[in-house]
């Protein structure tokens, strides 16, 4: 099984003055689906946003392959669009895959999200890593259709229809999640007032 992540071609142009920041979702969500997939799943990872990439080398870029039956995207509110779009293209590109969003805006905006971009099939709503595990074991075994409704913080359109399932209890223990840091291509982020790479793990979550 492939799964591909892919952080949408956004830019703000502040936060990015200081330099390029590693987008940490990846690595937590990798780890997530390789823990819950040993041996089984290849995740490849596409940052857009760090490496500039846009939608005509994006598409040559996915054409090249290998096609993936997953891909997920993420987005903060401002990228919403942006990301929306990308998960547009991966539909054209790639028919057949899953097409999965994650995020804050997401969260909370999910049914605004299936309105305006309905080919984006499912929505993890809040922190993703047990959510992304339960979604990729009942694609893996092929069960996605009937075992939707039971994962717990997904929303997804049904004939129409916008379904949320219950949500997902908040993660307790940080210290047992495994993000895969080698995903990340860290010569690529640089904070450059220091001049030094920058990371950015979690130690806590919520406001």
């Known amino acids: ?74 987005a903060i509110t401002p990228a919403i669009y942006k990301a929306q779009e990308t998960l547009a293209l991966v539909r ?15 969260t909370f905006m999910y049914q605004q999200v299936l309105a305006e971009a309905p080919w984006i099939d499912a ?10 595990a339960n979604l990729v074991r009942a694609v893996a075994d092929g069960t996605w259709q009937r075992a939707r409704r039971d994962i717990r913080g997904l929303a997804f359109l049904d004939e129409g229809q916008v379904v949320a399932t219950p949500a997902e209890p908040p993660i307790q223990d940080l210290d047992a999640l495994t993000p ?18 920058v990371a950015v793990p979690n130690f806590a979550r919520g406001c």
């Open 180 to 197: 895969d840091w080698a995903i990340l291509d860290w010569a690529k982020y640089v904070y450059i007032p220091l001049n030094c790479r």
């Open 123 to 132: 929505i993890v709503r809040g922190e993703g890593e047990v959510i992304v």
């Open 1 to 74: 099984m492939r799964v591909l992540l892919q952080h949408p071609n956004y830019h703000s142009g502040g936060a990015e003055i200081a330099g390029n920041w590693p987008p940490a979702w990846a690595a937590y969500v990798s780890g997530a689906i390789k823990g819950a997939l040993p041996g089984g799943v290849e995740v490849r990872f596409v940052d857009a946003m760090t490496d500039h990439i846009d939608d005509g080398p994006l598409e040559a870029l996915l054409r090249a392959g290998p096609a993936p039956d997953v891909v997920m995207c993420t």
């Open 92 to 106: 054209r590109v790639f028919p057949h895959a899953l097409t999965v969003l994650g995020g804050i805006h997401g």
